[in-house]
């Protein structure tokens, strides 16, 4: 059974650190990509970028480059979500989800549980 | 960046009645059109990809259409379980990957 599986909620001040995880099972974790996708309370889906764990290729969208940090360990097949500074408008609720390789594959076909990240002084 | 604009907002349907979601991309995205279903504290569902192929698992009541710049999902026969919030999807141009804003489907 495919399970992308995320770190758990995370409750931190502004100008804290933070690295949250998704790891894959019941899969080739370095098969796919992982994508991760910000949900701010009471809205929609934002993609926010991917990485390919088999080599560690990284894209961003360009409204988060330079913001966040996306890294993959794939010996453990974990990919992790990082800030260095974190503000009070990174609270959100944060998914991984995996997507086939291949031009035209790029959907999202298994999504991890989310962690909510709450930023607050 | 491709724009997706997802109508309407929200869609009040009876149980059994047919609902009929749309979305419009801001430029052609040919068939590289996903739609998910998300229920309230859970994260997203893949339903449809390429635009009109179902997932696994996924029943025959839903069903996607459309290429280019329209796409339509349907649910058929809406049951209570589909009550929810649907998303379509563009993974045709980045960066970045874009999302339409959602159609909330309730309880008529």
């Known amino acids: 059974e495919v399970q992308l599986v995320q770190s758990g909620a995370e409750v931190k001040k502004p100008g804290e650190s933070l690295r949250i995880s998704c790891k894959g099972s019941g899969y080739s974790f370095t098969s796919y990509w992982i994508n991760w996708v910000r949900q701010m309370p009471g809205k929609g889906l934002e993609w926010m970028g991917r990485?390919?764990?088999?080599?560690?290729?990284?894209n961003y969208s360009p409204s988060f480059q330079g913001h966040v940090t996306i890294s993959a360990d794939k010996s453990i097949s974990t990919a992790y979500l990082q800030w260095s500074s974190l503000k009070a408008s990174d609270t959100a609720m944060y998914y991984c989800a995996r997507a086939p390789r291949g031009d035209g594959y790029n959907y999202f076909d298994y999504w991890g549980q989310g962690t909510l990240v709450t930023v607050s002084s | 960046e491709i724009v997706m604009t997802q109508s309407p907002a929200t869609l009040s349907v009876s149980p059994g009645e047919r609902a009929t979601l749309s979305c419009r991309a801001s430029q052609s995205v040919s068939s590289n059109l996903a739609w998910y279903q998300q229920k309230p504290g859970q994260a997203p569902r893949l339903l449809i990809y390429g635009a009109s192929t179902r997932a696994t698992g996924i029943p025959a009541r839903f069903s996607g259409s459309g290429s280019g710049t329209e796409f339509t999902l349907t649910i058929s026969s809406l049951q209570s379980e589909d009550f929810a919030v649907y998303y379509c999807?563009?993974?045709?141009?980045?960066?970045?990957?874009?999302f339409g804003q959602g159609t909330k489907v309730e309880i008529k």
């Open positions: 990485i390919d764990p088999s080599d560690s290729y990284i």
């Open positions: 999807h563009q993974y045709n141009n980045w960066p970045p990957w874009t």
